[in-house]
């Protein structure tokens, strides 16, 4: 679909929790890493799909800062997907009006990993659709990078619209549904702040079983939620 076809749509702002990729493997007989090789060609898929359907901001549950706790296998096999993907995101950024923003505390990654990251960052910001990746990233050490952040600042006195400007989604839109594949009832960490009105969807699909039309049909389920964002 032509980037001018695309017409508004009802989510601003969707994110996925994308789990399941180990079971996935696991139930193919195959290594948890394979998972994550198929896991990413979904991402890939998905982030394609959201931008067809005119959705402002996608985000995207890479890596949390607690997944550090696998084996060195799992965790370098994540790293060398991640980089081999860096490597191609300015095709993805040019053929879908892709602007990359990764939330996360950079700087455990290589040099040559956060320097990519950055120049990414830099070359897509004037694009459309936002793809925010969240790499290293933990909710609850958002919120003390961005209070952290504002004390620099030499602010004494925050309040939450301060505490919204200074999260890694600055750019995004307010937050209108997570989505979680893999079964589990939770959040994990992601996005704690953004969460508080957010809608959320839960589907016992593993990651790498999710198809483009999923999302279409999860945009449609969103469209009959009665948001009262505290009012009747
Ligand atoms: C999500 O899939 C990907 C990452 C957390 C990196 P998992 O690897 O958690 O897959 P399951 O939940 O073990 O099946
Ligand atoms: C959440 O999945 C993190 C990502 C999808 C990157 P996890 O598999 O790490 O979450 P838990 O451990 O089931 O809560
Ligand atoms: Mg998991």
């Not at 996925?16 to 991402?43: L, S, T």
């Not at 952040?149 to 307010?174: H, V």
């Not at 009832?185 to 198809?211: G, H, M």
């Not at 039309?213 to 505290?230: A, L, P, Q, Y």
Request: net charge negative; charged share 30%.
């Amino acid at each position: 679909m032509a980037v001018e076809e695309r017409t508004e749509c009802p989510i601003a702002h969707i994110a996925f929790i994308m789990d399941g990729n180990g079971r996935w493997a696991k139930k193919r007989g195959m290594p948890r890493e394979f998972g994550h090789r198929q896991g990413a060609e979904v991402f890939r898929k998905i982030l394609r799909r959201c931008c067809e359907l005119g959705i402002c901001a996608s985000t995207y549950y890479v890596f949390s800062t607690e997944n550090w706790k696998r084996p060195k296998k799992e965790v370098d096999a994540i790293m060398e997907l991640l980089e081999r993907y860096l490597d191609e995101c300015e095709r993805e950024m040019e053929k879908n009006d892709v602007r990359f923003v990764f939330l996360g505390d950079k700087s455990v990654f290589s040099e040559t990993v956060q320097k990519k990251m950055l120049h990414i960052e830099d070359v897509s910001k004037k694009n459309r659709y936002i793809a925010n990746l969240a790499l290293n990233y933990g909710g609850r050490s958002e919120i003390c990078m961005a209070v952290n952040k504002l004390i620099d600042e030499g602010k004494t006195n925050i309040c939450e619209d301060d505490i919204t400007g200074a999260l890694y989604t600055e750019a995004s839109p307010p937050l209108d549904l997570i989505v979680r594949t893999g079964g589990d009832l939770r959040i994990s960490n992601f996005l704690l702040w953004q969460a508080a009105y957010a809608e959320f969807y839960f589907t016992d699909k593993l990651w790498p079983d999710l198809v483009p039309t999923d999302v279409d049909m999860i945009v449609e389920n969103f469209t009959t939620r009665n948001r009262r964002f505290g009012g009747v």
